[in-house]
């Protein structure tokens, strides 16, 4: 597998972050409100402590089998894990053990799992629940009309933190195309908050639309490419 330079992943991680800092300034945003989540799938270990490296410490990945060597590989520095991918019923017991934050709930019965089989003593699992903006039959994600009922639910379970939404929308080329459903999930997470559901992140933005979404509100862009260079063939 191939991994990139060291230098080259520190260049782009100053890049990301200067491209985000001015982001914030354009569109009114607080400088430092918007998180920088390096999207790692598919890279090798190598990759991440290169990232490591240059200050990055919050990572994203998709797949659990690729994902828990990685988690042991750096278990001795301050990673912050995020899970980014579909969730399998027979996979949560691993993710409710190795992972810090969920961003890809759309089933009760998920989080159920997830919730039974967090080990108290660690800090709750935070979560987020994925929207559907683009209402495409491809996407995963819940219908936004859905996504109260789910929220109060979900904001019960013990041993887990609801902390906000997170939407993967259609692909657009223009910015105010790009803008429309990080609206709708924004201007949704503030309808959740008049029911009285305490959300503080927007989990939305990747490398081709990130200026987008931190104009809409964005706390947190998962960014891969940008960083990393071309996803990489899994094993």
């Excluded at 782009?12 to 972050?17: P, T």
């Excluded at 918007?34 to 490591?52: F, G, N």
């Excluded at 904001?155 to 939407?167: D, E, F, H, I």
Aim: aromatic share 4%; proline share 5%; charged share 20%.
């Amino acid at each position: 597998m191939k991994q990139a330079s060291q230098n080259t992943i520190a260049q782009n991680l100053q890049s990301i972050r200067e491209q985000i800092h001015q982001a914030e300034l354009q569109y009114g945003r607080e400088p430092g409100s918007v998180q920088l989540l390096a999207v790692s799938k598919t890279r090798p270990i190598e990759d991440i402590q290169s990232a490591l490296t240059a200050d990055q410490h919050s990572f994203g990945e998709n797949y659990l089998q690729d994902a828990l060597p990685k988690i042991a590989a750096t278990s001795e520095a301050a990673v912050e894990w995020h899970f980014i991918g579909p969730i399998q019923s027979n996979k949560t017991r691993l993710i409710a053990e190795h992972f810090d934050w969920v961003h890809t709930i759309e089933r009760l019965k998920i989080a159920r799992r997830l919730s039974e089989q967090r080990n108290p003593t660690l800090e709750p699992l935070n979560i987020c629940i994925q929207v559907n903006t683009s209402a495409e039959a491809s996407k995963s994600g819940i219908a936004p009309e859905e996504t109260l009922p789910l929220a109060k639910q979900i904001a019960a379970l013990p041993n887990l933190c609801l902390r906000g939404l997170m939407t993967i929308p259609a692909a657009a080329t223009e910015f105010e195309q790009q803008r429309q459903p990080f609206r709708l999930l924004r201007e949704l997470k503030d309808d959740l908050q008049t029911e009285g559901i305490e959300l503080d992140t927007l989990s939305m933005g990747m490398s081709n639309d990130m200026q987008a979404a931190i104009a809409e509100g964005s706390t947190m862009v998962r960014i891969g490419t940008a960083i990393f260079g071309a996803r990489l063939p899994r094993k």
